[in-house]
């Protein structure tokens, strides 16, 4: 099936991107990776009439450490992500995820911003960083908003964002000396059903992280406390629950 008729829009500017937002309210839709919402428009179950590509927006793109926080723009690839040294020595929840993110061409083209609007209870980002307890920031013509990761995600495949806000960074506290994590994934291989078809043959997610108490470095082995723990999921419905139809999916703001 191919997608109903829309328009295509290539900002080069978040500004630009969210004059059009603005202009053209519930009817305009953001592509980043597309790798989720663009199946759902050639299943007609997403039409939006205007399509506002952000893949042009240069400042949407990177990541660094500044200020206590390490700061991920929501255009970063899932390979930039998975390939970056910094990653890969300081957050281990991370590093561990992004290498697990679907297929080769999803972690190519797909994007945490967009991953993180698009709310699949079976992605891979959201249970990471609810665990690193991360925050997201939107900008609208209205100006910023920061929002904590917990009171992102309303449901499934529904976030508290507003039809004209782009996601532009992700913010993980940066990490102390005495912390680690850990990612786990459950799937079955060989494809993924859609939800209303099989719940159980989708992937089940666990991240973890851990911060211990300064301890003396003469301490015993053993000795220092957990200070916090955090774990967080990310799952489908139960095994058992099925739903007789394919269910109306709502347009969301952002996709991967």
Known sequence: ??????????PETLEEALSLLDQYGEDGKILAGGMSFIP????????PGHLVDINRITE????????GWLRV????????????RLIRERYPAMAAAAPQIADPIVRNLGTIGGSLAHADPAGDWGSVMLALEAEVVSHSSSGERTIPIDGLFEST????????????EVRV???????GGAYLKLERKGGISPPWESPSSLPWTTAASLR???????????TSRPRRRKRAFGEPSPPRARSPR???WPHWPQSR
């Open 1 to 10: 099936m191919l997608p109903a008729r829309f328009d295509y829009h290539r």
């Open 40 to 47: 759902l428009m050639k299943l007609r179950f997403a039409s």
């Open 60 to 67: 949407l793109s990177g990541m660094t450490e500044s200020n």
């Open 73 to 84: 723009k929501s255009v970063t690839r899932h390979n930039q992500i998975a390939g970056d």
């Open 157 to 168: 495949f529904t976030t508290t964002l507003r039809p004209n806000e782009i996601i532009t």
């Open 173 to 179: 506290p940066m990490p102390s000396a005495r912390s």
């Open 212 to 222: 211990l108490a300064s301890g003396s470095p003469r301490s015993a082995p053993g």
């Open 246 to 248: 394919p269910p109306i």
